[in-house]
């Protein structure tokens, strides 16, 4: 059964740093993209950023660009997502999601983390 856990969300003031974290299992990870979806409260679910399966190639929302970066690393089967430079903008719930392409709708989900910008 795929499984994705996603952790290391929190409150940060504006300006701060995050890395969340996301543990894969149950699937093959080097056949899946990985993709972080945010959730902000009144506002339709976005994708923040995506990497290939090989992890050859990114692409992030134009709002989060410079600023963020998604990572991978197949021997433990983790993703990560490096969040700098936090604005009021950020908040949300963000899910891990693994298809097999960045293009792909149907994904599998994490449970999600809470990130809080906030003085």
């Known amino acids: 059964q795929a499984q994705l856990v996603e952790s290391g969300g929190g409150l940060v003031p504006p300006g701060g740093s995050l890395r969340l974290s996301c543990a894969a299992s149950g699937f093959p990870f080097d056949n899946y993209a990985i993709a972080w979806f945010r959730q902000a409260p009144g506002k339709e679910r976005e994708e923040v950023s995506c990497?290939?399966?090989?992890?050859?190639?990114?692409r992030y929302a134009e709002s989060v660009k410079g600023r963020f970066t998604i990572t991978r690393d197949s021997a433990t089967k983790m993703a990560y997502q490096q969040m700098n430079s936090l604005i009021p903008e950020d908040p949300g719930i963000y899910f891990c999601?693994?298809?097999?392409?960045?293009?792909?709708?149907?994904?599998?989900w994490g449970p999600g983390t809470q990130v809080t910008v906030a003085s």
């Open positions: 990497i290939t399966h090989r992890g050859d190639s990114t």
């Open positions: 999601t693994a298809a097999h392409t960045c293009r792909e709708n149907t994904r599998y």
